[in-house]
């Protein structure tokens, strides 16, 4: 039969030995909250400054760092959570919903969990840089928006870099046709002055 010292140090070691157990599970980390956009702040893609711009930005705390990545655009912040070593991660993402906010200056209280948003790919409205998604807290509004304003309601799994290129794609060739109608004036401006430069002589 064990003596009472005995005893002791068995309890010690089991005690020590589950404690040792827990201490192997995985730590919770809470959800963290969104942030305010500061003035100042800068594209985590591009680097413009994201208070500059209309439409709905975004942010994003990465999964073990909790290191904060704000974006002057919804678009920039999907085309960085869709490179591969991002889009398995479970990282915090946070968008404005424009039912709550103006298109020109979104409101930062009114900032909602990007995962369980509802998105419209290809409207005629324009964030930073051109288009952009604009984000909604529910399927319903995001309808509305699009009946009104155009493009496609997307679930946040359903958003590609296929709907992003497109969107470039044709942003790029409608400001190009704007670029080369400027040029063209601006050489038949010149052109103008040289003949009237000319007559002068």
Avoid at 63 to 76: A, L, P, V, Y
Avoid at 138 to 144: E, L
């Amino acid at each position: 039969m064990a003596n009472p010292a005995t005893k002791w140090l068995i309890a010690a070691f089991a005690a020590t030995l589950l404690a040792g157990c827990s201490g192997d599970e995985p730590e919770i980390v809470e959800k963290p909250d969104p942030v305010q956009f500061e003035s100042g702040d800068e594209c985590h893609v591009c680097g413009m400054v994201i208070t500059n711009f209309p439409g709905p930005k975004g942010q994003a705390f990465t999964e073990r760092e909790q290191n904060i990545r704000k974006f002057c655009s919804t678009k920039d912040m999907f085309a960085w959570f869709l490179q591969p070593e991002n889009e398995n991660r479970d990282h915090t993402l946070y968008v404005h919903n424009m039912a709550e906010s103006h298109w020109d200056s979104p409101d930062d209280t009114h900032l909602i969990d990007a995962r369980e948003a509802f998105y419209v790919v290809g409207s005629n409205l324009n964030g930073a840089m051109g288009p952009t998604l604009a984000s909604f807290a529910n399927k319903t509004d995001a309808t509305d928006f699009a009946a009104e304003h155009g493009g496609n309601v997307r679930a946040f799994a359903d958003v590609t870099l296929e709907d992003l290129n497109n969107g470039m794609t044709m942003h790029d060739m409608s400001g190009m046709d704007d670029m080369a109608g400027m040029h063209d004036a601006d050489e038949a401006g010149m052109a103008d002055d040289h003949s009237s430069h000319g007559a002068g002589h």
